[in-house]
């Protein structure tokens, strides 16, 4: 089996998790595909994207996901399944520190 064989193997089952697991949190907060698209600033189709896996998820929209769902990028990654966030970096202390 041929390296790139094997990352599609991984890819194939690790981002259709992801998108699962996407569903999943929006569903436990009883909200529509429309109403976290708003909160992200997309549409809903594009949002729709990230469940399905049609598209990659940037990484400034999983760090608003993240927030919102009060969770880590690991956990909505599936690098984890310890759904409760990391401790606050201290560059997020600082910023908040100095408003």
Known sequence: MSISHFWNMISFFVVGENMN??????????????????ILGITQTGYS?????????PTDVLK???????????YLLYLTDERKP???????IEKTSSK
Do not use: C, G, H, W
């Open 86 to 92: 990391y401790p606050k970096s201290i560059m997020d």
């Open 64 to 74: 608003k996901l993240a927030k919102f769902y009060n969770t880590s990028i690991d």
């Open 21 to 38: 697991r996407l569903k999943e949190l929006r569903e436990d907060k009883d909200i529509i595909q429309k109403d976290i698209a708003k």
């Open 49 to 57: 994207k990230y469940e399905v896996e049609t598209n990659d998820i």
